[in-house]
Nanobody, 125 residues
């Protein structure tokens, strides 16, 4: 059974930091591109960051320079270090995995194969 279990969400003030973790099981972690989506109430789902390898990463413009994605293949864990958080970063963050790549689409046939349950991040001003 495939599982993606997120942790590390919470409530912080603007300017603070959080580190999200996603522990994977049930598939060959090394062979999959991993990523983080987020969705705030009333907003569309957004791809925040994705990573297949240290030299193959993606960040949406609004988080560049503030967020860092990383993965530990030995621990089958994906991370998202979030610094200088802003109220507009508040959302539910989802860990995703797809063998063929993580796209900007969170619905439809290009939606990643595997999703975690989500973890809430709330940033107050």
């Amino acid at each position: 059974e495939v599982q993606l279990v997120e942790s590390g969400g919470g409530s912080v003030q603007a300017g603070g930091s959080l580190r999200l973790s996603c522990t994977a099981s049930g598939f060959s972690f090394d062979d999959f591109e991993m990523g983080w989506y987020r969705q705030a109430p009333g907003n569309e789902c957004e791809l925040v960051s994705s990573m297949r390898s240290p030299i193959n990463t993606y960040y949406t413009d609004s988080v560049k320079g503030r967020f860092t994605i990383s993965r530990d293949n030995a621990k089958k864990t994906l991370y998202l270090q979030m610094n200088n958080l802003k109220p507009e970063d508040s959302a539910v963050y989802y860990c995703v995995a797809d063998r063929f790549g993580v796209t900007i689409y969170c619905t439809g046939r290009l939606r990643p194969d595997y999703w975690g349950q989500g973890t809430q991040v709330t940033v107050s001003s």
